[in-house]
Structure formats: C-alpha cells, structure tokens
C-alpha cells in the first residue's frame, strides 16, 4: 500500500483587536480613539476635587455676624463644632461677653454652632477663650443655632452684602440664679419686713405678741443699698416708679 501524505496548509493566527474601535495592533488601554476621552476623564477629576476642595475652604472660612442683645442680662456667647449632637450633650467652648442692650461683631465658620447664656447663670462663669462648658449643659439657653442655615437663610433674606444678624432672645419670665448671699439677703428683708408690718397692723397691743415685737429693735441690718431691698422684693425707694 502506498503511503499518502495529506497537504500541508498554513496555520492563521488570530491577532487581538481593540475592543473599543475593533482595529487590530492595539487595545482599549493604547487605542488612540480613546485618548481624548481619557483626557476629559482626568480633567473631570480635577475639576471634581477642585470642586472638594473649594467647599471644604468655603465651609472653613470665618464669617463676620453682628451680635444684637436687647436684653438687659449680660450674655456670655459660646460655639461649638459638634453639628450632630445634641445641645445639653455639645462641647461648647467660651468665645465672647456682651453687655445688656449692646452689640458686637462675631467670626463664626458655616462649620458651627452657638448658644447665648446669660452671665447671671453661672456662680463661676467662664472667662478664658475657648475654655469649655460643662457637660450635661443646665443653664438656661437664650439662643442657639446653626451657623450654616442661619447664613443662608439671611443671604436669601437680604443678600450677600449685608453682615448677617443674630439677635438674643429676650426671655421675660428667666430667673437669674441666686448667690447664698443674696438667698439669706432676700430671707433677711422679708423676715424684717413681715414682722414690721405685725407692728404696724397692731401687734404690739397683743399681750401674747407685744414681747416679740418688741424684739424687732434689736435686729440690726448691716450696710445694704435700696436696690438690695427691690430684688428681695420688699418695698424701697424704687418701687412703683414708673
């Protein structure tokens, strides 16, 4: 049998195209249709950070506020950066001290909060820069805010050339805290006053009343002012003065 020898035929390689513009000698990494794409591509990400970055500065940047008191309480201004906790649970750190019926101009960051207490609310109110309040906040709060909604809501309020305002609430029926002192003060006018109006409503010609009554000579007040009586809530020269 004769052997037969099949042909032999040449052997095609495949070569690999570019799966974005189907030509051969190249990929989509190295496609030259590709290339401005990726130039817009790396500039969008540019301009996207620049973007970042710019809000970041703008939310950082310091803004000037006038401050409006219209109360007669001297007020203590606090910030803080704790945007989402709770006011009594913020770190609140001392920046300002504004006497009653005053103003003042303010450099707060959209990045902030505030709150106004009176002075009258502390037995040893802060007085160092940036020295922290203590937490669980108990004092009573005339103000507070966010510093960021309140600038907008100013800016579409009357436009960005006009320095935004905050204005301290005047809370009418807030009682100041009481030192001991001026505690034993009010108890000592009062007690006084009571027992001079016994007297003077005929105590003394009470049998049983007249040797207490009598004892009202010996109470002796020390050096006080007719002030001292008003905040007691006795009569002085203030009263009914209109």
């Not at 029926?173 to 006018?189: Q, R």
């Not at 002030?227 to 003065?241: H, L, Q, W, Y």
Request: glycine residues 4%; proline residues 6%.
């Amino acid at each position: 049998m004769t052997d037969q020898c099949l042909p032999v035929t040449g052997i095609t390689r495949r070569r690999n195209r570019c799966g974005h513009c189907r030509q051969e000698g190249h990929n989509r990494a190295t496609c030259p249709g590709l290339a401005d794409q990726r130039h817009q591509e790396v500039v969008r990400r540019q301009s996207a950070q620049s973007e970042n970055s710019r809000l970041e500065q703008e939310k950082s940047k310091l803004i000037n506020f006038q401050v409006h008191n219209p109360t007669e309480h001297i007020m203590l201004i606090f910030w803080s950066s704790d945007l989402d906790t709770r006011t009594e649970e913020s770190q609140y750190r001392y920046l300002a001290t504004l006497s009653g019926y005053a103003d003042t101009t303010l450099r707060f960051s959209k990045r902030h909060k505030f709150i106004t207490i009176p002075m009258t609310a502390f037995i040893t109110p802060p007085s160092e820069l940036n020295e922290y309040l203590p937490t669980p906040i108990r004092q009573t709060i005339f103000n507070e805010g966010k510093i960021e909604e309140l600038y907008d809501v100013f800016q579409n309020a009357f436009g960005v050339d006009e320095i935004p305002l905050i204005i301290i609430n005047d809370i009418k029926d807030y009682k100041p805290v009481k030192t001991e002192l001026e505690k034993w003060k009010e108890t000592a006018f009062k007690s006084l006053f009571l027992l001079t109006e016994l007297r003077r409503m005929g105590a003394s010609n009470n049998e049983n009343l007249a040797p207490m009554i009598d004892m009202i000579e010996d109470i002796s007040l020390p050096p006080h002012t007719e002030m001292d009586k008003e905040v007691a809530g006795v009569p002085s020269t203030f009263t009914n003065i209109t």
